[in-house]
């Protein structure tokens, strides 16, 4: 079965400090990938999607980035975090193609202090 | 840009009884497909039902079912029986046939009472 993990579960980190989140996908190949952000009280943000290694979308200007240089390896970073950085992060997969839910990670909660 | 309304920030429900969730949605395609997901308090988001927009019959999973109305662009979920375990977060979420990313609303946060 496919399995979907995302670490760390818990972070904290210094304004202008890099991040580093990542997630892979287990048991399956060629996923699409998902980051997604949660703020406190509201819905997801897409930040970025994937359809292949190398291939990344950018939803939303940020000082965020996503790289994905595996097939199964999906990597959230930043160089210098800010104060509005802080939030929930969620990791997802879908079957390539666009007929299927997204699969979600357990999360990653980020506070920058 | 598809757009995902959930007007109802807080829902309560006694155990037992009925509850409906609202969603409604913007959008200039003809097919697409329509989720519910859970938030429990662990946070991790788990899928409760789906609908594809071409299929007029209504989606029921248990004690799960949504009314889809295509014409009005609304999708609210119905949890009968509700039980405690069933208190969380739910998100109303869209998905273009088109494009590659999915869509949710801001959520309601659903509590049970015993």
């Known amino acids: 079965s496919q399995t979907i993990h995302q670490w760390p579960a818990t972070l904290v980190q210094p304004v202008g400090s890099p991040l580093s989140l990542e997630c892979t996908v287990e048991?399956?190949?060629?996923?699409?990938l998902y980051w997604y952000r949660q703020a406190a009280g509201r819905g997801l943000q897409l930040l970025f999607y994937?359809?292949?290694?190398?291939?990344i979308s950018s939803e939303v200007p940020q000082n965020l980035s996503a790289s994905r240089p595996q097939d199964r390896q999906f990597i959230l970073s930043s160089k210098k975090l800010l104060l509005s950085d802080s939030g929930f992060y969620l990791c997802a997969w879908s079957v390539r193609g666009l007929t299927g839910e997204l699969f979600f990670g357990e999360g990653s909660r980020l506070t920058v202090l | 840009a598809q757009t995902v309304t959930q007007s109802q920030p807080e829902m309560s429900v006694q155990e037992a009884e009925t509850v409906t969730l609202s969603c409604t949605y913007d959008?200039?395609?003809?097919?697409?497909?329509l989720f519910w997901y859970k938030q429990p308090p662990s946070r991790q988001m788990i899928l409760v039902i789906r609908q594809e927009a071409y299929k007029q019959q209504n989606a029921t999973e248990n004690r799960f079912s949504v009314n889809f109305q295509k014409a009005a662009k609304s999708f609210s979920l119905k949890i009968s029986d509700s039980q405690l375990g069933d208190a969380a977060m739910y998100f109303c979420?869209?998905?273009?046939?088109?494009?590659?990313?999915?869509?949710f609303g801001a959520g309601t946060r659903l509590t049970v009472k015993p």
């Open positions: 048991g399956t190949s060629n996923p699409n």
């Open positions: 994937s359809v292949g290694i190398g291939q």
């Open positions: 959008t200039s395609e003809s097919d697409y497909y």
């Open positions: 979420a869209y998905r273009s046939v088109s494009n590659n990313d999915m869509r």
